[in-house]
C-alpha cells in the first residue's frame, strides 16, 4: 500500500507525456480541421460537440449537427422537435436553447403529445402544472409559481392561468376552477439549480409559452464531462478518434523539455501493473452508467412510477425472502408496499449496454398505462445496483399454462381467444397508441403475465425499441428476441427489412404455441424429421380436416381453433409486406371464421431450405 501513492504520481507523470507527445500532433491537428464558425456575426458560435452539416462528420457527435437557413438562422433538427431555430448554445453547462418551429401549434398547451421531446442524447427541463380558469382576472403576488392569462387560451369572462404543481392552492381565487392536473410542460430558459425558483418560475415558463423556447442539456458518454470540465477552465473542447474520448484544446508549452523528462518517466512507468489502468477504466465506466442514468431519471421524475431506495427495496421483499424466478437478466421476489399492495421486484444483474436495458425498461412501460400491459410501480437506481418494482400477477406466465396443456390440462378455447385479443390489442397499443411506436421485439409466452382472471399483461421491455410512426424500417446492429420467435428478417435483411411486422410474426408464433400447432399430439409423426407440423397443420385446414390438437374440443371450439391458427398462419408469413398490422390482427380475431381468407402457405421456401441443408449433412 505504500507504493500506491508512488505508483499514482508515476500514472499522473505517464499521463502528462502521453498527452504532450500526442497533443502536439493530433489535438491542434482537430482544432485547424474543425474550427468555430457561425451562422452569422450575432448567431450562436458553433464548435465540438455541434458542428455545421457541411464539416467533416468528425468535428461533432453524431445527432448535434447544425444548419444555416437561407436567412441565416441556425438550425437544430430532431425527431420529436421538428425544425428549430437555435437561439443560444452554453458550451459551459451543456445545453441549447431553441425557439420552436411552425410543426409545434400556435397554442403550445393545445396538445400534450407534442411534450416528449427526450431522447438519449438530449433532455429537456419539464415542469409539472395545473390548468385554472378564472371569471376575471386577478394581480399575481411576486414569487408566486403562476403565470397568465394565456392568451390563446383566454376569452371575455374565461381567463386560463398556469399553476406549479408545487403551488399551494390557496394563492389562487376561490372564484377559480381547475381545469386539469398534472400537466408537463417544457421550460424555455436554463435555471441553475441554486437560484431561488420563486424569481425564476415565471420567467422560464413565458419562455416556453409566450416566446415559444425549449432548453435542452446534453449527454454523451466519454464527451459530456471532459468537455465540459474544458469549457469551464476557458479551454475548447476537442475529440480524438484514436483514444475515443474529448480532450482540452492545450496551452503553448515547452514540448521538448517536458518531453525530455516525460521520456524518463515513460520508461519507468512501464513496470506498473496493467490493472491499474483496467480497474480505473472499469471505475470509470460504471461512474458513466450511473450518470447516464440519473441524468434520464432527472427528467423522468414527473412520471408515475416511483424511486426507490435500495434499503426500501430490502424491506418491501423482507429481505429477498420470496424468490419467484431466476432469467438471464437477474433474479424476481414477490414484496409487499406499504399499502399492502403486491408487487414483483426484477432485480438488475449484469446489465448490458451502460444501463440500456434499464432505460429502455423505465422508459417504454414508465409512460404506458393500458389493460394488456403490465404496470410499472417503481423503479431503484443506486450505484450498480438497479430493480424495476412491477404489479404482481398471481397467476404467472402464458408459459405455465402451456406447459399445464401438454400435461393434459388445457384451457378452454373460450378463454384462449379472450387471452389471445388481449394480448394482440396489447401489442396494438405499443405500435399504434402512443406517441411513438414502441416495438418489443420479445414476445413470447413467459412475457406475457396473467392476472387474477387469467387477463394477459405484455411484460419485459429490456429489447424494445422506440421509433416514429413514420418509419418504415429499423437499423439494428444485432439480431434480438428468442429463438423460435424471432422473425426471419430479424435474422438476415434478405428476408425483407426490420419493423413493426416483426412483432406480428412472434405473435403469430405465440398463438401456434398456444394452441398446440408447433409440435404434432401424434406419435407417429413426432419421429418424422420429414414432417414439420405447423405445415401440417396448414394443409388439413386447406383441405377442411380435423385439426387433431390432442385435446377433447366441441364443434364451438373447433372454430375457435381454426379461426386462431388461419390468424396465426396470416402473421407468420415469410414476407413482412404479406403480414397484417396489428389493428387488422385484432379485427380478425374478434370478427367471424368465414369472413377470414386462407393465408398463402408460408412455408414452401423454409422447408426446401431445411430439407436441402439435412441432405448435405447426411
Not at 438519449?120 to 403565470?147: A, D, Q, R
Not at 392476472?451 to 429489447?463: E, H, R, T, V, Y
Request: charged share 20%.
Amino acid at each position: 500500500m505504500a507504493m500506491l501513492p508512488i505508483l499514482l504520481f508515476l500514472l499522473i507523470l505517464l499521463q502528462s507525456h502521453i498527452q504532450i507527445t500526442i497533443c502536439k500532433k493530433h489535438d491542434t491537428h482537430f482544432f485547424d480541421i474543425c474550427p468555430s464558425s457561425r451562422c452569422s456575426d450575432s448567431g450562436p458560435e458553433i464548435r465540438f460537440p455541434y458542428r455545421l452539416d457541411k464539416s467533416p462528420k468528425s468535428c461533432g457527435v453524431h445527432g448535434m449537427e447544425l444548419t444555416c437557413s437561407p436567412d441565416k438562422d441556425t438550425i437544430l433538427t430532431l425527431p420529436n422537435l421538428g425544425t428549430a431555430i437555435v437561439q443560444t448554445i452554453n458550451y459551459q453547462y451543456g445545453y441549447v436553447t431553441v425557439k420552436l418551429g411552425n410543426s409545434w401549434p400556435s397554442c403550445l398547451l393545445t396538445n400534450q403529445t407534442m411534450m416528449n421531446v427526450t431522447t438519449l442524447l438530449y433532455s429537456p427541463v419539464i415542469e409539472t402544472v395545473s390548468i385554472i380558469t378564472c371569471p376575471k382576472m386577478f394581480t399575481l403576488n411576486v414569487g408566486s409559481l403562476l403565470t397568465g392569462p394565456v392568451s390563446c387560451l383566454s376569452s371575455s369572462g374565461k381567463y386560463v392561468y398556469v399553476v406549479s404543481a408545487d403551488e399551494s392552492m390557496d394563492k389562487i381565487p376561490s372564484s377559480c376552477m381547475v381545469l386539469q392536473t398534472g400537466i408537463n410542460i417544457l421550460l424555455g430558459s436554463y435555471v441553475d439549480e441554486n437560484s431561488d425558483r420563486s424569481t425564476t418560475w415565471k420567467v422560464t415558463v413565458d419562455d416556453f409559452l409566450v416566446r415559444r423556447l425549449v432548453t435542452l442539456n446534453w449527454f454523451q458518454t466519454n464527451i459530456t464531462k471532459n468537455c465540459l470540465g474544458c469549457e469551464k477552465r476557458r479551454r475548447q473542447c476537442g475529440y480524438d478518434l484514436a483514444r475515443t474520448e474529448a480532450f482540452c484544446k492545450p496551452h503553448v508549452v515547452n514540448v521538448k523539455a517536458i518531453s525530455a523528462v516525460s521520456s524518463v518517466v515513460f520508461v519507468l512507468i512501464l513496470t506498473i501493473p496493467a490493472t491499474l489502468f483496467y480497474l480505473s477504466r472499469k471505475a470509470d465506466k460504471e461512474r458513466e452508467t450511473r450518470i447516464r442514468i440519473e441524468r434520464f431519471l432527472a427528467t423522468y421524475r414527473i412520471t408515475k412510477p416511483t424511486r426507490y431506495t435500495f434499503k426500501e427495496v430490502k424491506k418491501i421483499t423482507k429481505h429477498f425472502k420470496d424468490k419467484l424466478g431466476q432469467g438471464g437478466f437477474g433474479s424476481v421476489y414477490k414484496g409487499e408496499l406499504r399499502s399492502g399492495l403486491p408487487v414483483a421486484i426484477k432485480m438488475l444483474e449484469g446489465s448490458k449496454g451502460a444501463g440500456e436495458d434499464f432505460i429502455n425498461e423505465v422508459a417504454t412501460i414508465g409512460r404506458i398505462h393500458h389493460v394488456n400491459i403490465v404496470r410499472l410501480v417503481g423503479f431503484c437506481s443506486e450505484g450498480t445496483r438497479r430493480a424495476l418494482v412491477y404489479e404482481f400477477m398471481p397467476n404467472d406466465s402464458l408459459e405455465k399454462y402451456i406447459i399445464l396443456r401438454k400435461n393434459g390440462q388445457p384451457l378452454k378455447m373460450e378463454k384462449l381467444l379472450q387471452i389471445s385479443i388481449g394480448i394482440a390489442r396489447g401489442i396494438e397499443y405499443l405500435h399504434q397508441g402512443c406517441n411513438e411506436r414502441i416495438l418489443h421485439f420479445d414476445i413470447k409466452p413467459r412475457n406475457i403475465l396473467l392476472d387474477q382472471n387469467l387477463n394477459p399483461k405484455i411484460a419485459d421491455f429490456g429489447l424494445a425499441k422506440l421509433c416514429s410512426k413514420d418509419i418504415s424500417a429499423i437499423t439494428m446492429t444485432a439480431a434480438r428476441g428468442t429463438m423460435g420467435y424471432i422473425a426471419p428478417e430479424v435474422f438476415s435483411r434478405n428476408f425483407g427489412t426490420v419493423s413493426y411486422k416483426s412483432d406480428v410474426y412472434s405473435f403469430g408464433m405465440l398463438l401456434l404455441e398456444l394452441i398446440g400447432g408447433t409440435k404434432s399430439q401424434d406419435p407417429d409423426l413426432q419421429n418424422h424429421s420429414d414432417v414439420y407440423f405447423p405445415e401440417l397443420v396448414y394443409n388439413r385446414l386447406v383441405l377442411g380436416e380435423e385439426l387433431e390438437l390432442g385435446m377433447q374440443i366441441t364443434t364451438g371450439e373447433a372454430e375457435i381453433a381454426r379461426k386462431l391458427i388461419i390468424v396465426a398462419f396470416w402473421c407468420i408469413q415469410w414476407n413482412p409486406i404479406d403480414r397484417p398490422s396489428m389493428t387488422r390482427v385484432v379485427n380478425m380475431l374478434i370478427g367471424e371464421l368465414q369472413n377470414l381468407e386462407m393465408p398463402p402457405m408460408p412455408f414452401v421456401s423454409t422447408r426446401g431450405l431445411v430439407i436441402s441443408s439435412i441432405s448435405e449433412e447426411e
